[in-house]
């Protein structure tokens, strides 16, 4: 199993960016899926997660309103896009898997099992 993102880079405040990520060999029926970032010197914090199997997606407060993940199964990818960006949005972000987790669980980023290795988004003030 493998998760590759792509789609980070330098933007502007009030900018939008999109990322995906490319879920090779996973049923998305049967996983979880997340996106989490970290900044320099701070621990991991999720940003949204999504659950296919029941329906369910969370964001954390910051991102609410502004940023929204789906997932495509017939082309597996999950994808977050962003917009409104701030300059506390600047971070590296991860995509994320996991099989076992549920709608109580989801957004405990030590639970997940498969991670990408992320890419830069930059955002200037």
């Known amino acids: 199993v493998q998760l590759v993102e792509s789609g980070g880079g330098s933007v502007q405040a009030g900018g939008s960016l999109t990322l995906s990520c490319a879920a090779s060999?996973?049923?998305?029926?049967?996983?979880?899926f997340g996106w989490f970032r970290q900044a320099p010197g701070k621990d991991r914090d999720g940003v949204a997660v999504?659950?296919?199997?029941?329906?369910?997606?969370r964001y954390a407060d910051s991102v609410r309103g502004r940023f929204t993940i789906s997932g495509d199964n017939a082309k597996n990818t999950v994808t977050l896009h962003m917009t409104n960006l701030k300059s506390e949005d600047t971070a590296v972000y991860y995509c994320?898997?996991?099989?076992?987790?549920?709608?109580?669980?989801?957004?405990?980023?030590?639970?997940?099992?498969?991670w990408g290795k992320g890419t830069q988004v930059t955002v200037s003030s």
């Open positions: 994320a898997a996991d099989r076992f987790l549920n709608a109580a669980n989801m957004s405990s980023a030590d639970l997940y099992n498969y």
């Open positions: 999504i659950s296919h199997r029941s329906s369910v997606t």
């Open positions: 060999r996973f049923n998305f029926d049967d996983y979880v």
